[in-house]
């Protein structure tokens, strides 16, 4: 007997330090399709709904997918963002109530609505209550979330990211679609345990390319392969002050099985504690914008020397427009270089009163928040190119998946090249400056606002890769950001306690 699947995508990471909303329009701007629109856009993209269906198809589900809402990370939802596409999701639950045989959905777990700390733990605690006990709720969820004891407790199976660099949502959307089939078939009846850490994020922030931190993931695997459904290493999200702050470990288990719950909460501690243990154990090292333009200056290697603006991260929900690493290659003399994005819609609209080749002073960037990376800079330079900012992803992230800045310019100043651009969005394919008239491997300097996505498109081409710390809002240095919601002790806000 076929089985009737509710599905849908509803992803996003708040910044609640951000003095900005992400409201409905956001997500337009990046990815709001409804219904079979949803599938036909997501489907052959290395996205969840992609491995949902990899599943759905040949099991001959019938799927009713109700939305596939991402937007770019930033502060928080609005009430109206959130309830108009937890809406879609509660009436396709509603007006299928009688036939649904399983739900599935694409969530992040560090989605922060205006009205509450934990937006995925509202929205499946309003589904459980409209669809009973009963009914099997699977979630795929980020690396990065930050995962509340609500979320477990009203859903019974969750799979999360193993790599950052995210390049696996297709395969881990697949993962879950499979513990779902065996859970409706009754082969299984799936619970999920978790443990939590009392830090803001793990040490090196969930980089799988790190030895250390890749050692958690591979352990997850190991206890999946000897017999758990699935384990998750959810390395949390710094720039949260909410109540369920802080990785956590999940391991999803067949609770007919007798000796599961123990292993799992076996594996879910032991991750616990190697995450606890490794606190002190951070492999990026952090340079100065000073150090960084010295460096620019002196590159003479075949292939570009990448910069990764890590405080200035779109990708974490900063502003996108700190001047600081700009302002630090212009006074060394940099030249051949290429700085993106500067996020700054106005300055963007300004050049697009002008025409391409001419030489124009503009005031860019230092909107969000001066005191954090810089304020506005006044430049002059020649305009490059004019866009409508569009742009289709070919890399292992973005692939196949069209998006947009916006109205977006490039300025030549002085010898580097500066992509302003009027939607945030951070550094992940080489698109986003092919597009836009600017081959990244013919540039002697790349400085990216990402902090680690960046890797999966950019690494490859790049002779060197230093990280720098310029200061705005997604500065590793935590105490910088006043928390006052997140649970105390919390390293490394604080450091004289121990795990319970």
Not at 181 to 196: L, Q, Y
Not at 334 to 347: F, H, I, N, R, T
Request: with cysteine; charged share 25%.
């Amino acid at each position: 007997m076929p089985f009737t699947v509710l599905t849908a995508e509803f992803m996003h990471e708040s910044n609640t330090f951000s003095r900005y909303r992400t409201d409905l329009p956001q997500f337009a701007i990046d990815q709001l399709f409804y219904g079979d629109e949803a599938i036909r856009v997501r489907r052959d993209a290395n996205t969840e709904l992609a491995g949902f269906m990899d599943v759905a198809e040949p099991a001959g589900w019938t799927v009713v997918h109700a939305v596939s809402a991402h937007a770019v990370p930033g502060g928080r939802v609005t009430k109206a963002a959130y309830d108009h596409i937890a809406g879609v999701i509660l009436d396709a639950a509603r007006a299928n109530k009688g036939r649904l045989d399983g739900v599935l959905l694409g969530l992040h777990g560090s989605m922060v609505p205006d009205f509450c700390d934990d937006g995925e733990g509202y929205l499946l605690g309003l589904l459980r209550a409209e669809l009973g006990e009963e009914i099997p709720i699977a979630v795929t969820l980020d690396l990065h979330a930050m995962v509340s004891e609500d979320m477990v407790r009203h859903a019974q199976v969750f799979a999360s990211y193993k790599t950052y660099p995210h390049v696996d949502m297709r395969e881990i959307g697949a993962h879950a679609a499979r513990i779902l089939d065996r859970a409706m078939k009754g082969e299984i009846a799936p619970c999920t345990v978790r443990a939590h850490v009392p830090m803001l994020d793990e040490a090196n922030a969930g980089r799988t390319d790190i030895p250390e931190t890749l050692a958690l993931y591979d352990r997850a695997r190991e206890a999946e392969a000897d017999g758990l459904l699935a384990v998750s290493v959810n390395a949390g999200f710094t720039g949260a002050d909410v109540s369920c702050v802080g990785p956590t470990v999940l391991a999803t288990y067949d609770s007919r099985d007798p000796q599961a719950e123990a292993a799992a909460r076996r594996i879910t501690e032991d991750l616990a504690d190697a995450i606890w243990h490794g606190r002190t154990r951070k492999r990026n090292v952090f340079i100065e914008v000073e150090e960084a333009a010295a460096e620019a200056l002196a590159w003479t290697g075949d292939k570009p020397l990448v910069i990764a603006d890590y405080a200035d991260n779109p990708g974490a929900g900063s502003y996108g427009d700190s001047t600081a690493l700009l302002k630090g290659l212009l006074d060394a003399g940099v030249k051949g270089a290429v700085l993106s994005p500067m996020v700054d819609a106005e300055a963007a609209k300004e050049l697009h009163r002008h025409k391409e080749g001419e030489t124009v002073t503009v005031t860019i960037g230092g909107k969000g928040a001066p005191d954090f990376g810089g304020g506005p800079l006044t430049v002059t330079g020649t305009i490059r190119r004019l866009s409508d900012g569009a742009y289709v992803g070919d890399g292992p992230i973005q692939g196949g998946l069209a998006h947009s800045f916006g109205p977006t310019a490039v300025i030549d100043v002085d010898g580097i090249e500066v992509l302003v651009v009027s939607e945030a969005q951070q550094m992940v394919d080489l698109q986003q400056l092919r597009a836009f008239g600017i081959e990244p491997t013919t540039r002697r300097v790349l400085a990216l606002k990402s902090m680690q996505h960046f890797r999966a498109a950019f690494e490859p081409i790049a002779g060197k890769v230093i990280v720098c710390d310029a200061g705005a809002l997604a500065t590793p240095r935590a105490e910088r950001r006043p928390y006052v919601r997140a649970p105390r002790p919390l390293w490394p806000l604080d450091k004289d306690f121990e795990r319970d």
